[in-house]
């Protein structure tokens, strides 16, 4: 096959999208030493895409040679290929985005006296001439699939793109805290980063000032391996894995073994169909694992699994043992601090009797349930979630029930005079907050807008 053919096809592996041209630029920039790293781009990168940064930078055979395929600096042995400790060490990435898209790159060596540009389109070199530019490299990325139309008309819409962007340049800059970050999409600032920070400053520049108040620290250790990072309290747990970061050696992946490390441990702690916000950075020895194993470099693979899976598993639940006090696994879950909430309101106001709707709040367990009706509790005692109550069950009302404490950070245990009741707090202030809805449904309240936006961290 021809070799812009070839190279068009392996494109289709390494670039997948706009996302997949930031990684790997951004990557080669890691790799170069760059201590600031700026990247740029519009139309959700399909337009343009603009990585630079400050770091080594090439002489211009490198530039040149660095376009060919499989030409690398980052290795020169088999025997390297078992202890990787670059992010990037085939050398497709740079070929594989120009045969399908706008490649012009300026770059400069430190120490040299004058810089290189490199214009190439489809794979096809247009220009390699001397030029004036600072020191380090600097990467645009043009009509992203401009040759190869079919794969343009898969992406999806430019804000998902602009997010997978964004995602992928994030990742990076969490195992990279000592490195300057900057992120502009369409001429707006969506992240500025400081560099020469920890790992808890960058956590909190990017997820908000109260990421301390929503997680806590684990680490855990075994040999040469090592684990650490945050992951959230139970009582704040998001509808997808979103916000589940994985780092191996600094390197950011998507790995199934972890992933159920994390499940493992944080059985019976979060409701079922609910993730945590995570962020796991596993060190272990470079030759104790395989990063190879996928075209993207995203997923690895581990020498010895057994050894991996105990440690995150049991990091992560010594550090949520800890959140649980010695009395019975029962701790207080707040103060009241008004005397408004003092004589707090039912969780179901009354709707008048004979009209009121029949509901349950059932936490997912197999006995112990209960249902709420024209505002009262009733004691249900059934093997399955569904099963009617016997018939003549005297009400429980709410002020029968007194508080003891929270279990697991997702249950309150209350006292009845027949015994023990469980509540889903969770689903319990859904419920709340609905009720609050449909009491302003139908008022038409005045809102005015700020003069100034407000930024508001969630």
Same mark, same amino acid.
Request: charged fraction near 30%; charge should be negative; include cysteine.
């Given at each position: 096959m021809p070799g812009i053919l070839v190279n068009q096809i392996a494109a289709g592996e390494v670039v997948g999208r706009p996302a997949s041209v930031v990684k790997?630029?951004?990557?080669?920039a890691l790799d170069a030493?760059?201590?600031?790293?700026?990247?740029e781009i519009e139309k959700g990168g399909v337009e343009s895409i603009r990585v630079a940064d400050d770091g080594w930078g090439m002489n211009r055979e490198d530039a040149v040679l660095a376009f060919e395929r499989h030409a690398t600096s980052k290795i020169y042995t088999a025997e390297e290929m078992s202890r990787i400790r670059s992010l990037g060490f085939r050398g497709e990435a740079l070929p594989s985005i120009a045969a399908v898209s706008r490649v012009e790159m300026i770059t400069r060596e430190r120490g040299g006296f004058s810089g290189t540009r490199i214009v190439i389109e489809?794979?096809?070199?247009?220009?390699?001439?001397?030029?004036?530019?600072?020191?380090?490299?600097?990467?645009r990325v043009a009509d992203l699939f401009r040759f190869v139309p079919a794969r343009r008309k898969f992406l999806k819409k430019e804000a998902t793109e602009q997010a997978q962007c964004l995602d992928a340049v994030t990742g990076l800059a969490l195992c990279h805290p000592d490195v300057r970050f900057s992120f502009v999409a369409g001429g707006r600032e969506l992240l500025s980063l400081p560099g020469d920070t920890g790992l808890a400053d960058?956590?909190?520049l990017l997820f908000g000032r109260d990421f301390h108040e929503k997680h806590v620290p684990f680490r855990g250790r075994a040999g040469d391996m090592e684990v650490a990072g945050y992951v959230s309290l139970p009582g704040h747990t998001r509808s997808s894995a979103r916000a589940m970061y994985f780092a191996v050696n600094n390197r950011p992946v998507r790995d199934s073994l972890l992933s159920g490390a $994390?499940?493992?441990?944080?059985?019976?702690?979060?409701? #079922?169909? %609910?993730?945590?916000?995570?962020?796991?950075?596993? @060190?272990? =020895?470079?030759?104790?694992?395989?990063?190879?194993?996928?075209?993207?470099?995203?997923?690895?693979?581990?020498?010895?699994?057994?050894?991996?899976?105990?440690?995150?598993?049991e990091a992560l639940s010594s550090a949520l043992s800890r959140l649980t006090s010695p009395h019975g696994g029962v701790f207080p879950i707040w103060e009241r601090e008004t005397?408004?909430?003092?004589?707090?309101?039912?969780?179901?106001?009354?709707?008048?009797?004979?009209?009121?709707?029949?509901?349950?709040?059932?936490?997912?367990?197999?006995?112990?349930?209960?249902? $709420?009706?024209?505002?009262?509790?009733?004691?249900?005692? #059934?093997? %399955?979630?569904?099963?009617?109550?016997?018939?003549? @069950?005297? =009400?429980?009302?709410?002020?029968?029930?007194r508080y003891l404490g929270q279990f697991d950070g997702a249950f309150l245990v209350l006292l009845s005079p027949r015994g023990i009741v469980l509540l889903d707090q969770h689903a319990a202030h859904e419920r709340v907050l609905f009720e609050k809805m449909k009491k302003r449904h139908g008022k038409k309240e005045e809102v005015q807008g700020f003069l100034i936006p407000e930024v508001v961290c969630l």
């Open positions: 790997e630029l951004v990557e080669n030493g760059a201590a600031d790293i700026a990247v489809g794979g096809v070199f247009k220009e390699v001439q001397e030029t004036g530019c600072p020191e380090g490299t600097v990467v960058r956590l909190c $994390v499940f493992a441990a944080l059985r019976n702690r979060i409701e #079922p169909r %609910r993730y945590p916000s995570l962020f796991l950075f596993l @060190t272990v =020895p470079h030759e104790d694992v395989d990063v190879n194993v996928h075209p993207a470099k995203l997923e690895v693979r581990f020498r010895d699994p057994r050894q991996v899976y105990p440690v995150v598993a005397e408004k909430e003092k004589n707090p309101a039912p969780f179901f106001p009354e709707t008048g009797r004979g009209t009121a709707r029949r509901y349950s709040l059932r936490p997912r367990l197999q006995a112990g349930l209960f249902s $709420v009706e024209e505002g009262q509790m009733k004691g249900l005692g #059934p093997e %399955r979630p569904g099963d009617e109550a016997e018939e003549g @069950t005297p =009400p429980l009302s709410y002020g029968s029930l």
